[in-house]
């Protein structure tokens, strides 16, 4: 705990994003912890590979790196999903054109029979695809617990499972779907519904959107 509060601490002051100059001092003071005490842990973060240190005439200079950004922002998704008290999150992103593999895989009858068992809809065979506006809002989703779509085998190939999350795109229910193998990026969202939501919503390549997250 002790450990975690530093890095907190640390990266209050900054350290996520630069080198900082810190005292143990300063430190034990605002932590209400011995020097001694901060010194050891200091050592602890460093040996972890959670920050790096360099000892100066005055102190030392620490930034938090990658491995201690990806502690904390784990934490933070973490803490967002017990302390919120909504139930929906927005993901905004841009309509575009996708690379039309959705249609193919939604045909298959063993995709299409899983999705009306655990979403309760058969959905067009199709996507909506979204760049979004903020990659980690998917990231946000990877981490967290979906509708899980099994993977199945079908003449010797493998097609994988697909996490799913029910949504709201301009009122109307879809679902967002996260592959385990897809050929998109961090920054394209695909959404799928009873519907071919182009026509159903009048959309095309460029229109915002925003899609409410049913979690």
Known sequence: MKELKTLINLGK????????????????????????????????????????????????IVT?????????????????????KEKE???????????????????????????????DFIPFPGTLNIMLDEEESKERLQRMNGIKIEGFKKND?????????????????????????SHYGSNILEIISQFELRKKLNLKNGDEVIVEVIK
């Open 157 to 181: 190939r493998m097609f994988g499972s697909i996490k799913c999350f029910k949504c709201r795109l301009n009122d109307v229910d879809a679902s967002i779907i996260i592959p385990e193998r």
């Open 64 to 84: 938090i790196t990658q491995k201690g950004k990806q502690l904390l922002n784990d934490l933070n998704v973490d803490l967002n999903e017990i302390f919120t």
């Open 89 to 119: 999150f927005k993901i905004k992103g841009k309509v575009v054109n996708g690379l039309k593999d959705g249609k193919y895989y939604l045909n298959l009858n063993e995709y299409k029979k899983n999705i009306k068992n655990k979403l």
């Open 13 to 60: 002051k900054g350290a996520l994003r630069k080198k900082i100059k810190i005292t143990t001092i300063e430190m034990g003071r605002e932590l209400k912890t011995p020097q001694q005490t901060v010194s050891r842990i200091l050592t602890k973060l460093t040996k972890k590979g959670l920050i790096t240190r360099e000892e100066g005439i005055r102190g030392c």
